[in-house]
T-cell receptor, first 115, second 115 residues
């Protein structure tokens, strides 16, 4: 079974600084997707970024980027120029290749942004 | 375009009762997934429906069931409620399922408390 591990239950960052959230996963598959979701106090899960395992290039979305190390099964999220609105729970998630109908989530990292 | 709508937002039930939660997906989305979120177990996949058919089910007892209607709206039902069923229940919709190439859009969830 696939597992996703987030080893940092809580992290904090100064506003305008950069922070990196860690995620490792375990799978024997070669075709899969990885995601970072953000869950603010409103409870709605919001997709931050998505990475396809067969793509070497790391995904980026504005201030958010990932460091995808396939051999090491590592998928970290870097948030640059942190803003107060970035404060939330961040979940790393895994899905098998196209046609898979479920996500496997990590336990999450609570990010605080200090003004 | 309206997002995923879950009703009710909060629910309090007594052990042994049953409960029905509702989810209206984004217009045009045909896949609906349900997840249970608890502090201890994190986010766990319950089931996924597409065109009124359940395509995948997580590791939950038979007390948890769901269905999808022809307009893609979905309901999940929990019978004989137990204290451990207290959780945030999240619904997510996507165009055709397959979290990889058809990103999930989540609702704000229903907070169920069992007393």
């Amino acid at each position: 079974a696939q597992t996703v591990t987030q080893s940092q239950p809580e992290m904090s960052v100064q506003e305008a600084e950069t922070v990196t959230l860690s995620c490792t996963y375990d799978t024997s598959e070669s075709d899969y997707y990885l995601f970072w979701y953000k869950q603010p106090p409103s409870r709605q899960m919001i997709l931050v970024i998505r990475q396809e395992a067969y793509k070497q290039q790391n995904a980026t979305e504005n201030r958010f980027s990932v460091n995808f190390q396939k051999a090491a099964k590592s998928f970290s999220l870097k948030i640059s120029d942190s803003q107060l609105g970035d404060a939330a729970m961040y979940f790393c998630a895994y899905s098998l290749g196209a046609g898979s109908y479920q996500l496997t989530f990590g336990k999450g990292t609570k990010l605080s942004v200090i003004p | 375009k309206a997002g995923v709508t879950q009703t009710p937002r909060y629910l309090i039930k007594t052990r042994g009762q049953q409960v029905t939660l509702s989810c209206s997906p984004i217009s045009g989305h045909r896949s609906v997934s349900w997840y249970q979120q608890t502090p201890g177990q994190g986010l766990q996949f319950l089931f996924e429906y597409f065109s009124e058919t359940q395509r995948n089910k997580g590791n939950f007892p038979g007390r948890f069931s769901g269905r999808q209607f022809s307009n893609s709206r979905s309901e999940m039902n929990v019978s004989t409620l137990e204290l451990g069923d207290s959780a945030l229940y999240l619904c997510a919709s996507s165009l055709w399922g397959g979290a990889g190439n058809s990103p999930l859009h989540f609702g704000n969830g229903t907070r169920l408390t069992v007393t």
